[in-house]
């Protein structure tokens, strides 16, 4: 599947984004997506994810309460909505995808599909 993601930006601690990331294909609903972020000099890590079907989700304890995964499988795209956004927030966010696969705690490695990565920057 291929995954093109959008929606980062440049906005103050405090304020709101959300993330897009649109999946080509038929079979959108059988895939686990997830989103990772990578801040510089820093390893890729997991942010959130959700199950094909949209019922489970999963989130890192850094984002937990804060941001918020969910999916459109009519329009094969999946959402992060990140809310009270801290400066350590800013890093690359990428979606990934895995057929069939759902994970409480995926790990980078894990995944074959990606997109190219959104830029958010949170000023403080």
């Known amino acids: 599947v291929q995954l093109q993601a959008c929606g980062g930006g440049l906005v103050q601690a405090g304020g709101s984004l959300r993330l897009s990331c649109a999946a080509s294909?038929?079979?959108?609903?059988?895939?686990?997506m997830v989103w990772f972020r990578q801040a510089p000099g820093k390893e890729r890590e997991f942010v959130a994810s959700?199950?094909?079907?949209?019922?489970?989700?999963a989130y890192a304890d850094s984002v937990k309460g804060r941001f918020t995964i969910s999916r459109d499988n009519a329009k094969n795209t999946v959402y992060l909505q990140m809310n009270s956004l801290k400066p350590e927030d800013t890093a690359v966010y990428y979606c990934a995808a895995r057929l069939g696969y759902y994970s409480l705690r995926p790990r980078a490695y894990e995944y074959d599909d990606w997109g190219q990565g959104t830029l958010v920057t949170v000023s403080s």
């Open positions: 959700i199950s094909g079907s949209g019922g489970r989700t």
């Open positions: 294909g038929r079979t959108f609903s059988s895939y686990g």
